[in-house]
Structure formats: C-alpha cells, structure tokens
C-alpha cells in the first residue's frame, strides 16, 4: 500500500502558474508510475501527466508544453508545475500511484490522493 498527500493548488488568473505536489509513503522509486489526474465539474477524470519508474513522462495534449512533471527521489515526492494556466485547466487535481514493488510482487491497485483545487480565472 502506499498513502498520497497532495498539497499546492489554489487560485490562478489565466496566463499564471501554480505548483503541486503529493508527497508518497514510501520510496517512488518502488512505484512503477505516479502521476496527476483531474476531473472538472460535471467531466469525467482526465490523465494529465505520468512520470514512469525509469524516469520517462507522458502529457495529455492539452497541457503538453505548460505543464511540467518531476519528482525527488530523495523526498519521495511528486511534483506538476502549471505554467500558462487556462480557466479550461480548472479542477481537483488528483495524484495517483500504480504498480507498486513489493518484493517479488506487483501491487496493482491504483492509488489515489485526496485532491486539490486548482481555479483558474479569466
């Protein structure tokens, strides 16, 4: 298992930046993929961006160039900087972690914190 706490977020006017990060129980370099989602009001949850074990990282296409995903192995920490803000980026934020190692096994359950707002305004 492994707990996620989320923090950052908060109230942006369009063309700002904010920064978010969700903190892991356990080391990340155990957890195959982290990464954020986020669900808009009346919307279904989107991926946003996933950073992979290896170091890899993935965008949805409409942040790609705007928003950056990274991570401190050293805090166990995940980290999205949104650059460029869009009233279109507003939404909870979630952080999510899969495919945690435990041993010779594979946990698969997707793990999710407990979001965090982000408003954009215009």
């Known amino acids: 298992q492994v707990q996620l706490v989320e923090s950052g977020g908060g109230f942006a006017q369009a063309g700002g930046s904010l920064r978010l990060s969700c903190a892991a129980s356990?080391?990340?370099?155990?957890?195959?993929?982290m990464g954020w989602y986020r669900q808009a009001p009346g919307k279904e949850r989107e991926q946003v961006a996933s950073?992979?074990?290896?170091?890899?990282?993935v965008y949805a296409d409409s942040v790609r160039g705007r928003f950056t995903i990274s991570r401190d192995r050293a805090e166990n920490t995940i980290h999205l900087k949104l650059d460029s803000l869009r009233p279109e980026d507003t939404g909870v934020y979630f952080c999510?972690?899969?495919?945690?190692?435990?041993?010779?096994?594979?946990?698969?359950?997707?793990?999710w914190g407990q979001g965090t707002q982000v408003t954009v305004s215009s």
């Open positions: 999510n972690a899969y495919g945690i190692i435990e041993g010779p096994r594979m946990d698969n359950t997707n793990y």
């Open positions: 356990k080391t990340i370099l155990s957890i195959t993929r």
């Open positions: 950073i992979f074990i290896g170091g890899n990282t």
